[in-house]
């Protein structure tokens, strides 16, 4: 049992913790890739340069200080989305680190986040069991959609593809260079019969650019306004001013890409994807993280997916995943014959105290789920 003496008291998160927090999330094995000013730079964009306070300054989150020392932090990002006719403010669960001597704390941690005040729904992306357990003990559920837990890949380097499951799974060294071995000469057949499989063609593709910054500037206000007018679903803001801020974010540690594809000088859809390069198991991984398209033209979404295959090709990735966006659109990726695997962990819980919104938030035609949800991409 823990001395009172050892009892941390919580409040709410400063900007001058920054450096503390960062600290203690890598020394409990956490973001131990980036260095302190990137992670810093990320989370003053999830607090001061987030459009969604623009009009309060919400909490980036709850410490535990003991002899104001920080031991404790669960992090919160502030998140605004478009729901029927109104604006809707979402708070995101993010990063839990607590040192292990103040675990049974953390549920004083979890209470100051629900509890917070003007906020509509609490959402956390990127689950894993004890923060399921967490989302659940105050009145959670899951995204009312089983298949957001299928990932859609598909292979281009069938070679580094199968080297990578090998160091993923640790695999013997002896074994693997025996698998290596009896593969080897299959190589260039199973790419083969990966690209004609697939059946994705590159014709058509003359609307669809790679988005200029300077010269698209504006074009998803207008997307976005027209979008909003006629599609009451639940869905993350994807004005111009959040898109260059998922984009920021997004750049920090990935190669982002944003495709657009025109119609008459009109935005009609885009498609955001990022090159992540998983050194420890040697994997170049191509990511959708989000795709939209005016209506939900399918059309639009089939020439933005198609260009952004292409691509990741072209690029020499190994693979191209896809998670989230409608039933309908999921399975009209079918067609291109994907792959698919599970989380382990169904990722994706939301809670609300609006009886009314939560009994809307069940029916699964409400939601435009993808990767640019919550924290997923980030």
């Known amino acids: 049992m823990m001395d009172k003496k050892m009892t941390a ?38 607090s001061v340069d987030n459009p969604a306070n623009n009009e309060k300054q919400f909490p980036f989150g709850w410490v535990l ?23 809707i403010s979402v708070a995101v669960a993010s990063t839990w680190a607590v040192q292990k001597d ?31 357990k967490i989302f659940e003990r105050f009145g ?36 693997s260079l025996v698998i290596q071995s009896v ?25 669809t650019t790679s988005w200029n910054p300077e010269k ?28 260059d801020w998922y984009s920021n974010l997004l750049s920090m540690k990935d190669n982002i890409k944003i495709l657009i594809h025109r119609e008459n000088d009109s935005l009609r859809g885009y498609l955001i994807f990022l090159k992540q390069e998983t050194t420890e198991i040697s994997l170049k991984r191509f990511k959708i993280i989000d795709f939209f398209a005016i209506n ?16 990741a090709k072209r690029d020499k ?24 695997r599970n989380f382990p962990v169904f990722p994706f819980y939301f809670m609300t105290p609006n009886k009314d919104l939560k009994n809307k938030l069940e029916i699964l035609e409400n939601w435009y789920p993808t990767l640019l949800d919550g924290d997923s991409g980030f």
């Open 9 to 46: 008291q919580v409040r709410e998160a400063k900007i001058s913790d920054l450096g503390s927090i960062i600290q203690l999330i890598q020394d409990l094995g956490l973001e131990v890739d980036s260095n302190q000013e990137d992670v810093i730079k990320k989370w003053y964009l999830y």
């Open 65 to 87: 200080e003991l002899n104001a020392k920080i031991v404790g932090y669960f992090g919160s990002i502030h998140r605004k989305y478009h729901f029927g006719s109104q604006n």
């Open 102 to 132: 103040f675990r049974s704390q953390v549920p004083f941690l979890c209470q100051s986040f629900f509890e917070q005040s003007d906020i509509d729904l609490f959402l956390v992306t990127t689950a894993i069991k004890p923060t399921v």
């Open 140 to 175: 959670g559920q899951p995204l009312p959609d089983d298949s957001y837990n299928n990932v859609f890949y598909w292979v281009f380097d069938s070679k580094s593809f199968i080297i990578s499951i090998l160091k993923k799974i640790k695999c013997n060294p002896f074994i």
């Open 183 to 207: 593969l080897f000469p299959l190589y260039p057949f199973i790419n083969t019969f990966f690209s004609v499989f697939n059946g994705v063609s590159s014709k058509n593709l003359d609307n």
């Open 216 to 243: 698209d500037k504006g074009s998803f206000d207008e997307l976005w306004v027209e979008k909003m007018s006629a599609d009451h679903r639940f869905m993350a803001y994807r004005d111009q001013e959040h898109i």
């Open 296 to 311: 939900d033209d399918i059309q639009i979404l089939d020439t933005l997916f198609r260009k952004a295959y292409l691509e």
């Open 317 to 340: 990735g190994h693979i191209l995943e896809l998670l989230g966006g409608t039933k309908t659109i999921k399975e009209y990726f079918l067609k291109y014959r994907p792959l698919k």
